[in-house]
């Protein structure tokens, strides 16, 4: 029972028919060599490259794979086919590529990442000593290698300027137009290689997974590989990224050179990475952070404005002399913010108001003495420490004061409680100054 679930573990990733061809639908439990960030996921994907900057990952089929027949001889035919999904937060600024290669060496550790690839570096670029064969899917324009533009696939010999490239796309079965397609937009692909050991001829085709392969190649080039790779040579992927990060995911591969690559059950293949940012996210959340960041800075600047409304000033001289002190916001809501139709009287450099404490609903006189001169000042001061000393029966008791800066002037208030009728009528007189005044 137990080897019959280890056999069918492996049924689901991987198959090898014979020493020369494979199939992974998917890479569950694939014995793959792989190198610095490589890996392959918990659900089967084979994940190149994480979305970190400057790394470089590669993978590879663990057994090297006999290309000549006979000692000397011409490289034999070969066909690859492999499903892919690059994802860049934004298809235009993406970086770099993810190559298939076929080369004479598993061993990278001298390349670069960046531009490079994991498959050169600055100084080996181009050398007949690299001995290697790649499909890049280039998702970065790069002068130095000449790229077309930063949505390509190229054929690589030895080294990244490639000897033909073509924008991304495929051209359809039925009037042969081209349609483009985007490597960096997460949507899953495939790709075929096509190698003819006779005619020497390569074929490279590119199309949307949905799709069967089509007629007609994205890339055809003539080219000898005999003239570059060895007896025996390694197949898999490279792949790299610079200050422009993604990640790269290979869902499955077939290899064969004994005639067309297996085909890969996509039912098996697991779901690429992390799901892609909605389009309505995109649009939506600028505007809701845009929404939040106006709310909060109104909220902030209201509560400000009301802080400064109601703001009030203390000064040395009302630590020993002050009685009781009321707020400036009591006593503006007593007096419903000092309204005309409140208006009792005009005393010495200010105004005289009536109102009720919200509180305890004492009714008041309140004095709202100008801050415009100097004397205004020493008014205000001279009552508060005088008057509110006093006690006598002809004389309205001084409760209290608040002492206040406001936009264009400083404003004190004097609150005073009010007597019987004829009382305020005598001292709180519109044409007469009221006690204190």
Same mark, same amino acid.
């Given at each position: ?11 689901? !990733?991987?198959?090898?028919? =014979? ?5 992974? &639908?998917?890479?569950?439990?694939? $014995? #793959? @060599? +792989?190198? /610095? ?124 300027? !490639?000897?033909?490239?073509? =924008? ?5 079965? &039925?009037?042969?137009?081209?349609? $483009? #397609? @985007? +490597?960096? /937009? ?152 000092f309204k005309d139709h409140n208006l009792l009287g005009v005393g010495g450099f200010g ?87």
């Amino acid at each position: 029972m137990l080897l019959h679930l280890l056999f069918l573990g492996l049924e689901l !990733s991987a198959s090898a028919t =014979s020493n020369d061809q494979f199939v992974y &639908s998917g890479f569950t439990g694939a $014995n #793959l @060599t +792989l190198d /610095s960030v490589a890996k392959v996921t918990p659900n089967g994907l084979l994940e190149l490259i994480n979305g970190t900057a400057w790394l470089k990952g590669h993978a590879c089929h663990p057994n090297p794979i006999l290309f000549r027949k006979t000692a000397n001889g011409t490289v034999q035919s070969f066909s690859a086919s492999y499903v892919f999904a690059i994802y860049c937060v934004r298809p235009d600024i993406c970086g770099h590529r993810i190559a298939f290669f076929v080369a004479a060496s598993n061993n990278f550790s001298e390349t670069m990442q960046g531009q490079y690839m994991g498959l050169v570096n600055n100084q080996t670029n181009g050398k007949a000593t690299n001995c290697f064969f790649a499909v890049e899917l280039d998702t970065n324009q790069n002068n130095e290698f000449q790229d077309i533009n930063n949505n390509h696939v190229g054929i690589d010999v030895n080294g990244l300027n !490639s000897v033909n490239s073509s =924008s991304a796309g495929y051209y359809d079965n &039925s009037n042969s137009n081209f349609h $483009n #397609l @985007t +490597l960096a /937009s997460y949507q899953v692909m495939q790709v075929w290689v096509d190698y003819d050991g006779h005619s020497k001829q390569i074929d490279v085709t590119l199309a949307p997974l949905s799709m069967a392969k089509p007629i007609k190649p994205l890339i055809s080039t003539t080219y000898d590989l005999s003239r570059v790779l060895t007896d025996m040579v390694y197949a898999g992927f490279s792949s790299s990224t610079s200050s422009f990060i993604s990640q790269q995911y290979v869902l499955g591969w077939s290899f064969s050179t004994s005639g067309p690559a297996p085909a890969i059950d996509i039912t098996k293949l697991p779901r690429q990475g992390p799901e892609p940012r909605s389009k309505v996210l995109e649009i939506i959340l600028p505007i809701v952070s845009a929404a939040f960041v106006i709310v909060a800075g109104t909220i902030i600047i209201l509560l400000v404005r009301r802080r400064l409304k109601y703001a009030e000033l203390r000064e040395d001289w009302e630590v020993e002399f002050g009685p009781h002190r009321f707020s400036y916001k009591d006593l503006f809501h007593a007096t419903e913010g000092f309204k005309d139709h409140n208006l009792l009287g005009v005393g010495g450099f200010g105004r005289v108001y009536k109102g009720v404490l919200p509180v305890s609903r004492l009714e008041i006189a309140a004095k709202r003495i100008s801050h415009d001169t100097k004397q205004g000042m020493k008014e205000f001061v001279t009552e508060v420490v005088s008057i509110g000393r006093l006690q006598h029966r002809n004389l309205v008791q001084l409760h209290g004061y608040c002492h206040r800066k406001g936009k264009a002037s400083v404003l004190e208030l004097q609150g005073v409680t009010v007597g019987p009728p004829w009382t305020n009528d005598y001292l709180m007189e519109k044409h007469r100054n009221p006690v204190g005044g």
